[in-house]
């Protein structure tokens, strides 16, 4: 049984702990991400990504023909830029109050290359993107680039602008020069479209979302510097992640996405968050994600239905209800999470096949280091979950072994497993109280004893099957 907390989730002080220190070997699967989706809501049509074919050519190349692009220099007397037609514009200069329109042609294609460009917009995004096939915003090697809205955005009409760029259509964020983008009022890149980031240096510091998009957000070689009162990164569709570096700073998710979330490489650091990574379906098969969250750390939970939705936020399920949308899977990679509320949580099914993952989790008998109210499967990789025994869950299908021991008392500190003959196999160190511990590994095998060693206390288990421990059985440490 599932004993997932019920009821509200209530929001949790954030305890700074120590880092998770590890030394482990083990190898890493490059299993594809990708599955076909067996029960997608009827009402939503969402983008399939081919995981191959993320990025085109143009969109990772920043280069741009000088020669046959027009020189736009902004100031207090050309405040207002009105794109109408497809090229290449290079764009620099100063104004304090002023935007750049783009409504061109449904086929135009239109790159904005910034040069040491500082715009700020009172009341409207600096970058309007109304019309066009597709925009490309690229910074220029060496020039550090400026957009601000400074007042509350004023719709268009009908159209809730609320972006400091702000597009209707597909654009791509590229370059090897710095783009600042900062807004106390409302988001930093917004798309009605898909939004990639494939190069460059971007520092975001908004009062709502970071960067967000209705279809899909992918990202591959570029450093996202964010700090955003709401998600960081947002997709009503998916996020793919390549490769790259996002250091995340949020006040709810540090990634959500609607439908599916891949991150297939890079390195992730969030720093703070409500969440760590949210969605529906979640694929992690590389790349090496940090974080701290004061509630769940990876969670897979979709909204049924409106009613579904709590705050904004994705439907919670019932302690025995499984959401057969829900799932994590863990093919690769390397991830160090440090939460207060569920470490690794799916209201569906968690598979673990390869990779990395440790986890310090809840000091609290309400929440566990794993949770899932489906099924979860190791079949490869190394799994450390620190927590709360109260709601203490071990896998519930292995090809390896997976143990789950519970204290009577709390510990910090080295905890080791040693096999028979004392060869040690995993050593780890945890600076954060924890009473429950499940450990996973390839080495570890059936028919075979093991000690697990915290401190001065020990446990010697033989594993007569692959699943040592289940949930709430409190066992002495001699």
Not at 46 to 57: A, G, Q, S, V
């Amino acid at each position: 049984m599932n004993y997932k907390k019920f009821l509200t989730i209530v929001l949790i002080v954030l305890v700074t702990a120590g880092s998770l220190t590890c030394f482990i070997a083990s190898g890493n699967s490059d299993a594809s991400a990708e599955e076909s989706s067996s029960s997608e809501s009827a009402s939503v049509d969402y983008k399939e990504l081919d995981l191959e074919n993320l990025f085109t050519n143009r969109d990772l190349t920043a280069s741009f023909d000088e020669e046959s692009a027009e020189n736009i220099v902004m100031s207090e007397s050309n405040s207002n830029v009105n794109i109408t037609e497809e090229g290449i514009y290079i764009i620099s200069g100063s104004c304090k109050d002023g935007s750049i329109n783009v409504n061109a042609d449904d086929t135009a294609k239109i790159q904005l290359v910034l040069s040491n460009l500082t715009l700020n917009s009172s009341s409207t995004a600096a970058i309007y993107v109304e019309n066009a096939d597709k925009v490309f915003i690229t910074t220029t090697k060496g020039t550090t680039n400026i957009l601000t809205t400074s007042g509350e955005f004023v719709s268009d009409g009908e159209t809730n602008i609320d972006g400091v760029i702000f597009s209707k259509d597909d654009i791509t964020l590229n370059g090897s020069g710095t783009l600042n983008i900062n807004t106390d009022y409302g988001n930093g890149v917004v798309s009605k479209d898909d939004l990639k980031i494939t190069s460059g240096t971007y520092n975001i510091d908004v009062a709502n979302k970071g960067v967000e998009a209705n279809d899909s957000i992918r990202i591959t070689e570029a450093e996202l510097n964010i700090n955003a009162d709401n998600d960081t990164i947002h997709s009503d569709g998916s996020v793919a992640v390549k490769s790259g570096t996002l250091n995340l700073e949020s006040g709810d998710d540090g990634i959500h996405a609607d439908y599916k979330t891949f991150i297939l490489g890079g390195e992730i650091n969030i720093t703070k968050s409500y969440e760590l990574i949210e969605g529906t379906k979640i694929y992690i098969n590389g790349g090496t994600i940090n974080g701290i969250a004061s509630d769940d750390g990876i969670n897979a939970s979709s909204a049924k239905d409106s009613d579904d939705m709590q705050d904004g936020r994705m439907g919670k399920m019932s302690i025995d209800e499984v959401d057969e949308d829900a799932l994590i899977s863990i093919s690769g990679g390397i991830i160090n999470i440090n939460v207060e509320g569920d470490g690794i949580d799916s209201n569906g099914s968690i598979e673990i096949s390869g990779g990395e993952v440790y986890v310090q989790g809840p000091t609290n008998n309400g929440n566990g280091a794993l949770d899932y109210n489906g099924t979860a499967k190791i079949t490869g990789g190394t799994l450390v979950a620190f927590g709360a025994s109260g709601m203490a869950q071990n896998m519930s299908e292995a090809s390896q072994g997976s143990i789950l021991i519970t204290f009577t008392a709390s510990y910090t500190g080295k905890t080791s497993v040693t096999d028979s003959s004392g060869n040690e196999i995993l050593s780890f160190n945890s600076n954060k109280s924890f009473n429950s511990v499940v450990v996973s590994s390839p080495e570890l095998k059936k028919g075979e004893t093991y000690t697990i060693t915290v401190g001065e206390v020990y446990q010697t288990v033989t594993l007569d099957d692959y699943i040592y421990g289940g949930g709430n059985n409190m066992m002495n440490m001699r």
